[in-house]
């Protein structure tokens, strides 16, 4: 996203927050069975402690990096037990990584999500009486579960919408959207709202918000940390595990619902001479960079992995091989045209692509050695091509690698 665009983007989410806050002071009532003088500093302090235990950057919910929070159910908690004016305390003082202008975007972005929900919680409840008191709890219970999904759906609308900016995409192709995405946000917001109906029972009860909230993200925390060991730490893209297990996961669905599935793998031009020439030093920026490139250029539902060395590639669910070819054309131009910075100053480098798209009933091997032997063709090409993988068996596909080794 340009600057210009980042910056209309930051006054646009700044307007749409200032429309659900008046939102929230329509229909969310001030008064509270605690003083929310006490809950906001609890929850402040609990949210600070549990982005403290997490990464610099928070958690991922997912390989993609699409959605980084690891203190929603803080934030959910705010939004049951807080008046509006301390939610959008909540919203500013909450921590985030982002640098200056992200950062503002992402706190309206909070606040926007956190009004939302607490309008809808609040517009549902009877509060004429004890929340949690007879009959009255099953209304409660239900609003905390229409709360959370108006709560997904915004979030997941503002961070679709961003994705779709950056990187082009459909907003609804974003990952945030499918069922499981969600489910893992309900299950998290989930937390937040026995903490606060805990606090509703008795105000005393204020005090176990902030370990069971915190007992929640340290759980995340672990499985962020296990997940690890599914990327590449030079350049955060999928290791040849990560891209194995997506790779089987996407193939099973493509098989239940007889969708196209597309690779392509990319692998960089004579690397060796710029280790040879510059050093390893500007060998390793060159792969970061073209790993960078990948990902900005990859939809959200695509995997994208460094497979060793030089070679990356990009499993691309629902994609035939005409736009797979695009896919490859589009990486292959924007590496040829970038100036990559380097411990020795800016290098142009080159990348060469083999295209394949599963065909009938083929196996993910097979697709993956005829996307290879395309490789190796736009290699013997010339380099700095694009090469689609056609129909073959294998032993010609033998000899063609044969030679071209």
């Not at 779709?164 to 945030?176: E, K, M, P």
């Not at 990486?331 to 065909?359: D, H, K, Y």
């Not at 196996?363 to 056609?390: E, H, I, P």
Request: charged share 20%; aromatic share 6%.
């Amino acid at each position: 996203m340009s600057s210009r665009h980042e910056h209309h983007f930051l006054i646009g989410s700044l307007f749409v927050a200032a429309g659900s806050a008046v939102l929230a002071m329509t229909y969310v009532p001030t008064h509270r069975a605690v003083a929310w003088w006490a809950a906001l500093p609890i929850i402040l302090v609990g949210a600070n402690i549990s982005a403290r235990r997490t990464t610099p950057a928070g958690i991922r919910r997912d390989s993609r990096d699409v959605i980084l929070s690891p203190i929603g159910q803080f934030l959910f908690a705010a939004e049951l037990l807080l008046p509006p004016v301390a939610l959008l305390a909540v919203a500013v003082f909450a921590p985030t990584s982002r640098v200056f202008a992200d950062s503002w975007l992402h706190r309206s972005q909070r606040a926007t999500t956190m009004f939302a929900g607490s309008a809808a919680f609040w517009f549902i409840v009877d509060d004429s009486r004890g929340l949690t008191q007879d009959s009255n709890a099953y209304r409660t219970v239900s609003a905390c579960v229409v709360a959370m999904i108006v709560h997904t759906l915004v979030e997941a609308a503002l961070v679709s919408a961003r994705v779709a900016l950056t990187n082009g995409d459909r907003a609804t192709s974003s990952i945030v959207w499918t069922p499981y995405a969600a489910l893992r946000d309900i299950w998290e917001l989930s937390i937040g709202a026995v903490a606060a109906l805990l606090t509703f029972e008795h105000p005393v009860l204020v005090i176990v918000v902030v370990p069971l909230c915190c007992l929640a993200s340290e759980h995340i925390r672990l499985e962020s940390r296990s997940r690890l060991a599914l990327t590449d730490s030079r350049t955060g893209l999928l290791n040849p595990r990560g891209f194995e297990e997506v790779a089987d996961h996407e193939w099973q669905r493509a098989e239940r619902g007889m969708h196209r599935i597309s690779l392509v793998l990319v692998d960089l031009d004579l690397l060796r001479e710029v280790n040879n020439v510059h050093g390893h030093r500007a060998g390793d920026a060159v792969i970061a960079a073209v790993g960078r490139i990948l990902m900005s250029s990859s939809r959200s539902t695509d995997a994208v992995a460094r497979l060793g060395g030089e070679e990356f590639a990009l499993l691309l669910p629902d994609t035939d091989l005409e736009t797979a070819t695009m896919v490859g054309e589009r990486l292959r131009e924007t590496v040829a045209n970038t100036r990559i910075p380097t411990p020795v100053g800016p290098l142009g480098v080159t990348v060469s692509c083999g295209v394949a798209t599963r065909v009938g009933s083929e196996t993910m091997d097979a697709l993956f050695d005829r996307a290879d032997t395309a490789l190796y063709d736009a290699k013997n090409g010339g380099r700095n091509r694009v090469s689609v993988a056609s129909r073959e068996n294998d032993d010609t596909r033998v000899a063609r690698r044969s030679n071209a080794a």
